[in-house]
């Protein structure tokens, strides 16, 4: 076993900090997907129709229930299934369009509740006012509900916005190279030699990223 040597811990930044931009590129499109489908979801969980909510229920209850693992790989290997399956067609997708598809689906779920729970924390007392004094059930709820969802919404957004940045570490078990990825092969380069150390480099990374999402946020919150 090699001795502990701290100087590793910042060796290969050089290496790893380009596959920043991935890292960041697979979290805004998870999230930006994942909240579009976690809109629609709400919306079907604050339906008055009981099918609807018992599917938008549903759908967020087995998302929320599966390891981001299992989730990962089941994408990996069932969606080019599917396009051959139901399409007739083999697609070679980018790897990264896997790891995107499952954050999404991982995103929405937890989207879907926070925005369930956003819209039903707010008194409904202010959308009949918003009506009774003219404006349409639209003017209202994009003019003085909205606005106050989202500020509730924001700390538990925060939260999960992190927990993607962390779950996305998991891409490198299919083979997609983002930090994580990158640190693993500059690893298995070194034949495990100093892996303690890079790997703490590389967790110093992702504290950074969390600690400013969290601060942030924070600052959103405070402005709102």
């Avoid at 960041?24 to 009981?50: E, M, Q, R, Y």
């Avoid at 229920?57 to 396009?83: D, E, K, Q, S």
């Avoid at 990158?182 to 070194?190: E, F, S």
Wanted: hydrophobic fraction near 55%.
């Amino acid at each position: 076993m090699t001795d502990f040597d701290v100087s590793y811990i910042f060796r290969y930044y050089p290496e790893i900090l380009p596959f920043l931009s991935v890292t960041f590129k697979i979290v805004f499109f998870s999230v930006l997907f994942g909240t579009l489908l976690g809109f629609i979801v709400a919306v079907a969980k604050l339906s008055k129709s009981k099918i609807l909510r018992a599917i938008g229920n549903g759908y967020t209850n087995v998302l929320r229930c599966t390891p981001a693992v299992v989730l990962l790989f089941l994408v990996y290997y069932g969606l080019p299934f599917i396009f051959e399956q139901f399409f007739g067609i083999y697609i070679d997708f980018y790897k990264g369009v896997f790891v995107i598809v499952a954050l999404s689906l991982l995103f929405s779920a937890s989207m879907s509740e926070i925005m369930r729970s956003s819209y039903e924390a707010v008194n409904k007392g202010q959308y009949e006012a918003g009506v009774s004094v003219g404006m349409t059930g639209t003017q209202t709820f994009f003019r003085i509900l909205l606005p106050q969802c989202f500020v509730i919404a924001l700390p538990n957004l925060g939260n999960v916005i992190i927990q993607i940045v962390q779950e996305g570490a998991l891409a490198f078990t299919i083979g997609f190279i983002d930090m994580m990825g990158q640190t693993d092969l500059i690893v298995a380069r070194n034949y495990g030699a100093h892996a303690r150390e890079i790997y703490i480099g590389l967790a110093l990374l992702y504290w950074a990223i969390a600690i400013l999402i969290e601060r942030g946020m924070a600052l959103i919150e405070k402005k709102y």
